[in-house]
């Protein structure tokens, strides 16, 4: 069955330091692949999307994610973290039967310490 | 901007009311899903519309129904309320193509408590 890991419950960093976001997959082709974002209060943003072609995907407010298929991850990194990126993050795979229903990791809380 | 909207931010009920949380979109979407989000679950699909008076379940769809009367608008009905019901409710509106072109937009969701 089709699944979606986000293995870090909560990620705490620093502003301005590096950060990067677990999410593996279980698919038996190739996926499509997103990443959202929920700010408190506020509905699900998608940051960014994998298809097919570069590996390596640019997404909205510096982040961008880079899809493995020999390790079956789909990382999202930033290099440098913002005050407002504090928010619960999920990744998830399009559903083989209808590319519109989507799977969701049950999310990675990120705290950003001043 | 408006594309998704909830009628309620914040809803409080008690356990065995009809409770019904509706959803509108203005993108004259076929699709409409409704979602709930719980800690350590992520977000799990409950029932789905592909057009007016059509539905299907999804994933959990035990204790709910839902209603589309109207391309714009999903109801989401929990028919007598547990409170095991409590949970962040979340709708949105795929397109009916390959999301690869288009958008998937949520709405800001409910949170529900029953009491």
Same mark, same amino acid.
């Given at each position: 069955?089709?699944?979606?890991?986000?293995?870090?419950?909560?990620?705490?960093?620093?502003?301005?330091? +590096?950060?990067?976001?677990?999410?593996?997959? +279980?698919?038996?082709?190739?996926?499509?692949?997103?990443?959202?974002?929920? +700010?408190?209060?506020?509905?699900?943003?998608? $940051? $960014? @999307?994998?298809? +097919? %072609?570069?590996?390596?995907?640019?997404?909205? @407010?510096?982040?961008? =994610?880079?899809?493995?298929?020999?390790?079956?991850?789909?990382? $999202?990194?930033?290099?440098?973290?913002?005050?407002?990126?504090?928010?619960?993050?999920?990744? =998830?795979?399009?559903?083989?039967?209808?590319?519109?229903?989507?799977?969701? %990791?049950?999310?990675?809380?990120?705290?950003?310490?001043? | 901007?408006?594309?998704?909207?909830?009628? *309620?931010?914040?809803?409080?009920?008690?356990?065995?009311? /009809?409770?019904?949380?509706?959803?509108?979109?203005?993108?004259?979407?076929?699709?409409?899903?409704?979602?709930?989000?719980? #800690?350590?679950?992520? !977000?799990?699909? &409950?029932?789905?519309?592909?057009?007016?008076?059509?539905?299907? /379940?999804?994933? &959990? #769809?035990?204790?709910? *129904?839902?209603?589309?009367?109207? /391309?714009?608008?999903?109801?989401? &009905?929990?028919?007598?309320?547990?409170?095991?019901?409590?949970?962040?409710? !979340?709708?949105?509106?795929? #397109?009916?193509?390959?999301? *690869?072109?288009?958008?998937?937009?949520?709405? #800001?969701?409910?949170?529900?408590?029953? !009491?």
């Amino acid at each position: 069955a089709q699944s979606v890991t986000q293995p870090d419950i909560h990620i705490t960093v620093s502003e301005g330091a +590096s950060l990067e976001l677990r999410c593996n997959y +279980s698919y038996g082709a190739t996926p499509y692949l997103f990443w959202y974002v929920q +700010s408190p209060g506020q509905g699900l943003q998608l $940051l $960014l @999307k994998y298809f +097919s %072609g570069d590996t390596l995907v640019q997404g909205i @407010k510096g982040f961008e =994610a880079e899809f493995k298929r020999s390790q079956s991850s789909f990382n $999202l990194r930033k290099p440098s973290v913002h005050w407002s990126d504090a928010a619960e993050y999920f990744c =998830a795979v399009a559903r083989m039967d209808s590319s519109y229903k989507l799977i969701f %990791g049950s999310g990675t809380r990120l705290l950003v310490r001043p | 901007d408006v594309k998704v909207t909830q009628s *309620s931010r914040y809803l409080v009920k008690r356990t065995g009311e /009809k409770v019904f949380l509706e959803c509108v979109q203005d993108m004259d979407h076929e699709n409409m899903f409704w979602y709930r989000q719980d #800690p350590g679950l992520g !977000l799990r699909l &409950i029932y789905f519309s592909y057009d007016v008076k059509m539905k299907e /379940k999804g994933d &959990i #769809p035990e204790g709910y *129904s839902v209603s589309r009367e109207k /391309k714009e608008r999903f109801s989401l &009905i929990l028919e007598s309320a547990s409170t095991n019901q409590t949970s962040m409710y !979340l709708c949105a509106s795929p #397109p009916l193509t390959s999301v *690869s072109t288009d958008t998937q937009y949520f709405g #800001p969701g409910t949170r529900l408590t029953v !009491l």
